[in-house]
Nanobody, 118 residues
């Protein structure tokens, strides 16, 4: 069984920053792909970013240049540094992991709320 626990969400003003963290635990060998999805109210869940154990990263166009994904393999933890936040970034952010690439990922966290508002 794989468990993902997110933290770091909250309320921030437009233009501000937040850092999300997600710790993975359980029986999966390497958590090769770790990433983030988000779901805004009334919208479909969308992919945000992914990182491999080798540090290869990819981003959705909507967050490229503003968000940075990173990870600590020794701690099985992935981070999402979010800068220059906009109101449209408001969503529940979900941590994900899998050992194969192919959406959707197999394992999901419970989600953490990010609200960008003045």
């Amino acid at each position: 069984q794989v468990r993902l626990v997110e933290s770091g969400g909250g309320l921030v003003q437009p233009g501000g920053s937040l850092r999300l963290s997600c710790a993975a635990s359980g029986s999966m060998y390497s958590f090769y792909f770790m990433g983030w999805y988000r779901q805004a109210p009334g919208k479909q869940r969308e992919w945000v970013a992914t990182i491999t154990t080798r540090g290869q990263t990819s981003y959705a166009d909507s967050v490229k240049g503003r968000f940075t994904i990173s990870r600590d393999n020794a701690k099985n933890t992935v981070y999402l540094q979010m800068n220059s936040l906009k109101s449209e970034d408001t969503a529940v952010y979900y941590c994900t992991t899998d050992n194969v690439l192919g959406p959707p990922p197999t394992y999901w966290g419970q989600g953490t709320q990010v609200t960008v508002s003045s």
